[in-house]
């Protein structure tokens, strides 16, 4: 089993965030969980796959080519891929992975959590979608799509597919139990 980790190429201000990459890349270790992450040795991408490593556990990296030189691509990781751009990147981790877990980062570790959360709702795939809640920085983030499906423009069943939690044991857990809802169409039956 592999596990997609998107967080930023900056360490953040709060050390927590640090911290936590640590853990959770030793605790996938432990687990006989691959991690498989953007291939660069900076920020808490560099945390997680040095942590990683160094329990001894598979380490994938994906890095596109042009961001070699500013994420400073890891070259003590099992296996270090090098692609042409961003798309193939994505598509490379998601087929790589069994499922998804979000860390803080900035619009890029967003995006990528998206692209992940959206392909699981279009049913593309049924893998888990997990939001790690480092220090509460995404309780505002937890109130906007609260407020797009109280909107309508999210199903509660679909918000349920982001599981949420605070600490890295509580979502490896939830993530060990889930079971993909059926995904026939997106909207609710009265918008059919």
Known sequence: MRICVYLG????????YRQTAHDLGTMLAQRGIGLVY??????????????????????????P???????RDHQGITELH?????HE?????SKLADGFITL????GTFEEMFEAWCWAQLG??????GLLDVGDIFEGFKMLIDKVVEEGFLQPRH????LVEKEPEALLERMSQYMAPETEHWLGEDDL
């Open 9 to 16: 190429s900056s360490p953040g201000n709060n050390p927590l």
């Open 38 to 63: 953007g291939g660069g040795k900076v920020g808490l991408m560099g945390v997680i796959a040095d942590a990683a490593c160094a329990a001894g556990g598979e380490v994938i990296g994906v890095i």
């Open 65 to 71: 080519e042009a961001l070699r030189a500013r994420e």
């Open 82 to 86: 090098v692609v042409d751009t961003m």
């Open 89 to 93: 990147r994505k598509a490379m981790m």
């Open 104 to 107: 803080p980062g900035g619009i």
């Open 124 to 129: 593309y795939h049924r893998k888990p979608v």
């Open 159 to 162: 918000r349920a597919m982001l």
